[in-house]
Structures are given as C-alpha cells and as structure tokens.
C-alpha cells in the first residue's frame, strides 16, 4: 500500500510554506507534505527586494484588502516573533521631476486611498509640515497608514536631502517597507514543522486524476503518495504543474533582474525609504560615450528615452553598505524578446544580462544624483534574478481548480512575498470549507466566468506593479 497524507503541497517557495503554515498551525490539520525539488525559498523566493506596500489601484478593493489582511499577518508573525525578520515600516517613496504631472499623480494618490488603503494627506507649503511624521528606520508600530503626498521643493529637501533637486512630487506610502523574506519563511516553516508538516526534498512528476478526483501523487524518487487533497504552488512552474492534473493555469512567465552594490560612499543613505522614479528618462552619458553607442545597432537603443520604474534602496542593518537596484527598462523598450523572454517556460538558472548593472546604476543618477560618482569606476555588481509568474491582469490565484481535491496558490507576481501571508490564509479557507473572505471570488479561476469581470479586462491598464 502507498504512504499517504491528508495534504500534499508542491513547491516550497513562499507560497507553499505560508499555505502549510496556515493549515497546520491555525487549522490544526494532521499530516501534510511539503515536497520540493530544491531548497526552500531557493528559486524565486530568495531573489526578491523583499518590500511590500498595501497602496494598491483598482479596480475593486480586493487587492488593498487582501494586502491588509496578509501585512496583518506579517506584523503578528513580527509580534510573535520578536520580529526576527526584521520588519521595517519605511514606506515607498514615489518621486517625479515633471511639474505637468502633479495633477495626475495627486489623482492617481487618491486611488489607494479610497479603497481601503489609508488617509491621503497633502502638503502644499511649508506650513504644513508639522502635519508629517517621518518614517523611522527600524520598526513597525504605531506609524501612520495611507499616504503623504508632497508637493512643496523645499520640503521634499528638507525631508529628504539626498534626492535630486530636481523632484517636485513625492508621494510617501505609509503601511509599506521591507523585511527579511528568508526569515520569515523559514519562521512560519519551522512552525509548521513544529506542528507536524514534513519536509520532502523530490520533484512531482505526476498527480493521478480518478473519477475527477486527486487520488494519489508521484515523485521523483519513485514513490507515490496517497493523498485526496493536493496543493500547486510550484511558483513558475504553475503551468507545468497544472498540466499533470489536465487543468490549464493562465499565466505567463517574466523575467526579472535585481542588482546588489556594495556602497562605500552612501550614495543610498541607509535610513531612506524605497525609492522609485516615475518618470521615463535618458541615460547620462558623456558625449564620447554617446558617439560609441550611436555607431552600433545594438547599442543605440541606450540613447533613447528609457521607461520610469528604477527604484533602490538600501539592504541590511546600519553595518552594511549594501544597495539594492532593479530597473525593468527592458519590456518597455522592445528589447524583451531578445534578453528576457517572456513565456510559460522559465529557465533555470534565469539568463542574466550583463549590460544590467551599469544602465540600472545610470539610471538611479536621475534620483540620486551622488549615482555619477560610480560613472568612473562602478563597484562590484551582483546580479541575480527570477521571475513573475503572472495573469494578464497581475491578479494573484488562491483557489479550488476544476479537479476535486486539486488546489492552486500561484501567479504571485512581483508581489508574493507581500502577499502570501493572505493569499495562504485565503486558500486554507477553501481546503477546509471555513468562510471565506469577501475579496475570494477576485483571486479564483472562476473570475473568467464573470461577464462583468471580462467586461472589466478589456480595458484594465494599471497593473500596479514595479
Ligand atoms: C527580482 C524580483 C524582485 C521581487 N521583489 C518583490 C518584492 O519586493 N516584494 C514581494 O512581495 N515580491 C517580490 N517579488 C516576487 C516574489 O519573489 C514572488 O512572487 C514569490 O517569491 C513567489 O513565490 P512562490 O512560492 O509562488 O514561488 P517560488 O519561490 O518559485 O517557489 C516555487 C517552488 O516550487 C518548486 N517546484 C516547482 N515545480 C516543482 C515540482 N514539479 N516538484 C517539486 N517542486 C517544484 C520550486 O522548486 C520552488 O521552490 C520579486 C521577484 C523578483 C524576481
């Protein structure tokens, strides 16, 4: 007779880690495998810049709600804990250069808020700034939520003096910041383990369907496991996934670059926030360098205007020197087929892009100015990168699949560090038939059914996503 268990997850990523979480230590289930081929939290879970931030668009509150909940969560695992994954509470700090869109960015502002994500104050003068309680470096407690939208120069300086002098917005995200992703999954799966989940190191090659119902899972190890309930969270491997049950997951695959410098000369202060650009920009570069460039097809491209979204900021305790820079420039300027294929196939190791960390450090010189001082002699870059697994419409999946007892917690993009601790609890709701939160429906398959939803994709713009 094959081994059997009540639960079999596959993939040990975030996703898969939170959902034995949740099952086993808030729902007291008995006997759940966790199996993955790898490490835990070793494919796309390690490679994040581990922020997250509940200022979300819509349409719907559904996604401000589900980051509420899951950001609840993180800051009870963070009181339980002793916050040993270091979670701070620094915001997100959205800065532009461009006078003409004030307007936009202060309507833009009000989106999150009126859905559930906190007050929106604006500071028009010095006058007002009384009104603006800074974010501290450390800590997560007793902070302000919503957002504070500055509209004065002097003081964006006064605040932030590191930024350029050129910045005439600068939007503060509140419930936001970052922690240590690795810590907090390996928190909730030591817990988990304590209550019992077991940890097996095999891939699953296969999940036997009977009478449209999940009866049993093989692995690489030539076992197979009895099981009536299985999980999907195998991360970019969803699809794949999904195909051993004979259910298609609607995603596709992006590949995404981060880039670490060590940073002796503190360009990325270590008490800012995450800092991101919103305006699209072109590259400085000196005029010999413009000559080179010019000459070759393949280099010209890094003359034109480049798309807004680089972002930065600082890693590690008030010892390290460490900056982290991601800038997907890529997808926007038409280069996405040759260096970062998008597809339901993800490879593994991802293929990196040598040119990235120099144009992702030119790029952050349009914020932080102080960036030019590495031009000369740029330090040591480390490259890494995984991707997002995403729907068309950036929206998570946490739900039953048209198989009974199949389950699936995917396509969490580049927010499922953030996000998990929701999307988990929200999934460990439909395993064991507990009510479900109101914001449910958005994150299930059964959202393409919905006219009134397919009604709404046609003409979904804003992804919300970096
Ligand atoms: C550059 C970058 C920056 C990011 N920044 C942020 C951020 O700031 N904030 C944020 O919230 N999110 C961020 N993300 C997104 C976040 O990292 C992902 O959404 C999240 O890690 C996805 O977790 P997962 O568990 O779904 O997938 P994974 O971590 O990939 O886990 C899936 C697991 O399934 C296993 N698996 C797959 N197939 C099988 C099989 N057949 N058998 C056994 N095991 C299998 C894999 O080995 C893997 O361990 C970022 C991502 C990238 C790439």
Redesign the pocket.
């Known amino acids: 007779m094959n081994p059997s268990t009540n639960v079999l997850i ?7 880690i939170a959902t034995a979480y949740h099952l086993a230590v808030s729902h007291g289930i008995k006997d759940i495998v966790l ?4 490490a835990p ?5 390690d ?6 931030r509940n200022w979300w668009p819509g349409p719907g509150d559904a996604m401000v709600s589900l980051m509420n909940r899951s950001i609840d969560i993180i800051e009870e695992l963070a009181e339980e804990s002793g916050n040993i994954f270091h979670l701070n509470r620094r915001g997100y700090l959205y800065l532009t250069a461009d006078p003409e869109k004030i307007p936009a960015f202060e309507k833009a502002a009000g989106e999150p808020s009126a859905l559930g994500a906190g007050p929106l104050r604006v500071y028009r003068s010095q006058a007002d700034a009384s009104d603006y309680t800074p974010a501290p470096s450390e800590g997560y407690k007793n902070l302000p939520t919503g957002a504070d939208l500055i509209l004065d120069s002097n003081l964006i300086r006064q605040y932030f003096p590191y930024l350029s002098e050129n910045v005439v917005a600068a939007l503060h995200a509140r419930r936001a910041g970052w922690f240590s992703a690795q810590q907090l999954g390996m928190y909730m799966l030591d817990q988990a383990r304590a209550y019992g989940v077991k940890l097996v190191n095999a ?2 090659t296969g999940v036997n369907v009977a009478q449209g119902s999940v009866q049993s899972v093989q692995l690489s190890d030539g076992s197979t496991i009895s099981t009536p309930t299985f999980v999907n ?5 969803v699809k794949e ?1 999904g195909e051993m049950l004979g259910v298609d997951i609607p995603i596709f695959t992006e590949l ?3 880039v670490s410098y060590r940073d002796p000369l503190g360009v990325v202060p270590r008490e800012a926030p995450l800092l991101i650009w919103t305006d699209t920009q072109t590259l400085p570069w000196s005029e010999e360098e413009r000559q080179f460039l010019a000459e070759e097809k393949d280099t010209r491209w890094l003359l034109s205007e480049m798309p807004e979204g680089a972002h930065t900021r600082p890693e590690g305790g008030a010892d390290s020197d460490i900056m982290l820079l ?1 800038w997907e420039y890529k997808h926007q300027v038409g280069r996405t087929l040759e260096v970062h294929p998008t597809s339901s196939k993800p490879v593994v190791p991802p293929p990196l892009d040598d040119m990235y960390p120099e144009i992702a450090l030119r790029g952050m010189a349009a914020l932080l100015p102080r960036f030019e001082e590495y031009f000369e002699r740029m330090p040591q870059p480390m490259l890494d ?5 995403k729907t068309k419409e950036n929206r998570l999946l946490a739900c039953p699949l048209p198989v009974k007892g199949a389950f699936l917690i ?1 396509a ?9 601790c929701g999307a988990a609890e929200l999934l460990a709701a439909h395993i064991t038939e507990s009510d479900l939160p109101t914001y449910a429906p958005v994150f299930s398959l059964e959202r393409y059914q919905d006219p009134e939803y397919l009604e709404l994709l046609e003409d979904w713009s804003d992804e919300g996503q970096l």
């Open positions: 596959c993939g040990a990523g975030i996703a898969g199996v993955d081929e790898r939290l070793s494919l796309t879970s490679k994040s810049t581990e922020c997250y891939r699953v969270a195998a991360g970019p491997f996934v995404h670059l981060k991601l990168g995984g991707y997002y697994t995917g969490l993009s580049g927010y499922g560090l953030m996000s998990a």
